[in-house]
């Protein structure tokens, strides 16, 4: 039993007195320590299945982002279009009210073990991905549709388990799509606004609308197109304001560094009680936000993926790995170290971490060098972020729903509702909401890993396919062209 009450918390099942407490409770269980074993440890099983190819091609897959788009190839997007469409959905608040919260909870060392997520994460990101090319279709309108739904369904020997485990996943990632990809996005971007701005949320809440109505009811044409083009400025923006920041406190860095490799895994903090117990909270709020906020492990991504235009699953299985070293590796980093390098998290004289927590605590890292402009930046890169989060959450929907009803009859309904939602989601308070998403997010990553754990053998065989027939082959060329045009 003492067992159970570590890994579940089971000891506050006696303290829920209502729905909201109970739905707090079991967030708690379904995001605990065996969630995150799970999702990290099919990351360690995959990484060592697939010969470390994921890490050894990494350098590889970076330049493969920048391929130029091929129309003969089958698919709806180009592979940077596809990857900036599940980087939209990736990176949002997480990357700057999610490292803040991981932080405020567990000490800097939380960013450690955000890194590890991610680094593991790359294999986990690639083999779903690889998963949803090989296993895509074309729907009734020629356009093609695939992810972890499609993988269970045709993927799995027992066909009547795939089935079930891709319509759970389907209809998990429909009400999921709702909340964490919708109107808790559309909840954080009011809340910055009218701190830093005094904007009234319902203004927001219409802005967004307005926004969401040009961009969503084009479909994902329309959808590749926009963060196509947003996503790099936005992440270039976020990427040199922090860059400046950290500049600006550089003697404070090593510090910082320290102090998240110390609250990492000290020895003396692991067996010294107290501060044993904020190790272990750093490496539970670090991995549980990195989950979050690069989704490797949870089968979102690959939905994106399955629009690309590639000649095999495995090349695009590379393009849209890259997204998890981006959001975690370099986008979490920057706001990781400048709350680490800000002084805000912790007061040395007195001992105490601070109150503040998610895009607030962000915002006071950010101020502490820029002033007010700190709290501006901070709060139009969470508007940015967080409406590119709704566009890739849309089109994730879209396809789920459209698994589910076995057609796109539906698809310009769900669009016109998901585009109204984030008025909803700016006007009302959503604790409730992250709490119930966050659940349903969990329950997608079920179906998920047992898909990546059964289909290792698919994977691995693809992976060195396109290693031997396709990978090598291609440097082998570039290699001789290079010498080529050397000695002329």
Known sequence: MGFLNSMFDLGDFANIDSFATFVSWLDNVVWGPLMLILIVGTGVFLTIRLKFRPWRNLGYALKSIFAKRDETKAGDISPFQSLMTALSATVGVGNIAGVATAMAAGGPGALFWMWLTAVVGLSTKYAESTLAVKFRTVNDKGEMAGGTMFALRDGLKNKTLGKVLGFLFALFAVVASFGIGNMTQSNTVAGAMSNAFGVPTWISGIVLVIFCLIVILGGIKKIGAYTG??????????????????????????????????????????????????????????????????????????????????????????????????????????????????????????????????????????????????????????????????????????????????????NVAYRLIFSLLPFVGAMVSLELAWNISDIFNALMAIPNLIALILMSNIIAKETEDFQYNYLIPEKKAAKERKLAKKAA
């Open 229 to 410: 083009k947003i996503v790099p400025f936005m992440a270039a923006f976020y990427f040199i304001i922090s860059i400046v920041f950290i500049l600006m406190n550089l003697g404070k860095l090593p510090d910082g560094v320290y102090n998240i490799f110390v609250g990492a895994f000290s020895p003396q903090s692991i067996m010294g009680g107290v501060l044993g117990n904020v190790i272990a909270t750093a490496i539970q709020k670090g991995v549980a936000r990195g989950v979050f906020s690069n989704e490797a492990g949870l089968g979102s991504a690959p939905i994106a993926a399955a629009a690309a235009q590639t000649d095999h699953p495995a090349r695009q299985g590379y393009v849209n790995m890259t997204g998890t070293f981006i959001d975690t590796i370099i986008i979490c980093s920057l706001t990781g170290l400048v709350i680490a390098c800000s002084g805000v998290l912790y007061d040395p004289a007195t001992g105490v971490y601070t109150t503040l927590s998610g895009a607030d605590l962000s915002a006071a890292a950010f101020s502490a060098s820029f002033g007010i402009y700190g709290s501006w930046f901070v709060a139009i890169s969470v508007f940015l972020f967080a409406f590119s989060t709704i566009l890739g959450w849309s089109y994730y929907g879209e396809k789920c729903l459209e698994y589910l009803a076995g057609g796109t009859r539906l």
